[in-house]
């Protein structure tokens, strides 16, 4: 079963630039999750998806930050325009909690970007 | 307004001894709560779970324990590894909601 899967790996931009994140989650995953996690802190929720249909953005700075998943399946996370907190990990796990019950979070090797 | 704490940045055991990692929550309404662990450069990975029914999920060298009254759960490995050296991470949350708060990690190396 092949993993959860995100793009690019690294990323630099000056502050004031735009930035987008992609995300495949496991086949058959209703569930998708980005996560932001700024070093020395655990992940902070972005946004939850069920299927195409967004659960909780409550967290997500809505002036700078936008995320879709069309078709239910991989996603796009946006920030326009970067600033320099924005520097962090942008995890993206899928979870099949939304169909089968088992809450199990599946994480993928994340998106380090750095704002200069 | 962090709901999971994990006051202990980090953990020197040496190999073949207990681990015991600790987590702390402020939410009396979390009823699931999970255990992952990172390897630098990589994404969380997925160790045990626990259900507020239960005080104690075993999964082979891994056991999480769960005190309601106190909000408190802990990981034990026996016997570590140089192998589980790695930032463990507790999570908590509504099982219902499939949304869960993190604790900022716990870093545990294991010595030879």
């Known amino acids: 079963e092949a993993g959860v899967a995100q793009s690019p790996r690294y990323k630099i931009i000056e502050k004031r630039q735009s930035v987008a994140f992609w995300c495949n989650p496991i086949?058959?995953?209703?569930?998708l999750y980005w996560y932001q996690q700024i070093l020395g802190q655990g992940p902070k929720l972005l946004i939850q998806?069920?299927?195409?249909?967004?659960?909780?953005d409550s967290q997500l700075p809505k002036d700078r930050f936008s995320a879709e998943r069309l078709k239910g399946v991989d996603s796009t996370l946006k920030i326009q325009p970067a600033k320099l907190e924005d520097s962090a990990v942008y995890l993206c796990?899928?979870?099949?909690?939304?169909?089968?019950?088992?809450?199990?979070?599946?994480f993928g090797p994340g998106t380090r970007l750095t704002v200069l | 307004d962090q709901q999971v704490k994990q006051n202990s940045p980090s953990l020197s055991v040496q190999e073949g001894r207990i681990s015991i990692l600790n987590c702390d929550y402020t939410?009396?309404?979390?009823?699931?709560f999970l255990w992952y662990k990172k390897y630098p450069a990589e994404g969380p990975t997925f160790l045990i779970s626990?259900?507020?029914?239960?005080d104690k999920n075993e999964d082979g060298r891994f056991t999480v324990f769960l005190n309601k009254s106190a909000k408190h759960l802990s990981l034990h490995i026996v016997p570590s590894q140089p192998g589980d050296s790695a930032v463990y991470f507790c999570?908590?949350?509504?099982?219902?909601?499939?949304?869960?708060?993190f604790g900022s990690g716990t870093k545990l190396n294991v010595k030879p």
């Open positions: 999570a908590g949350g509504r099982k219902n909601f499939n949304k869960f708060y």
């Open positions: 939410n009396s309404m979390f009823d699931y």
């Open positions: 086949s058959g995953h209703a569930t």
């Open positions: 998806f069920q299927n195409n249909g967004v659960v909780d």
């Open positions: 626990i259900s507020s029914i239960k």
């Open positions: 796990a899928s979870s099949s909690a939304g169909t089968s019950g088992m809450n199990e979070q599946f």
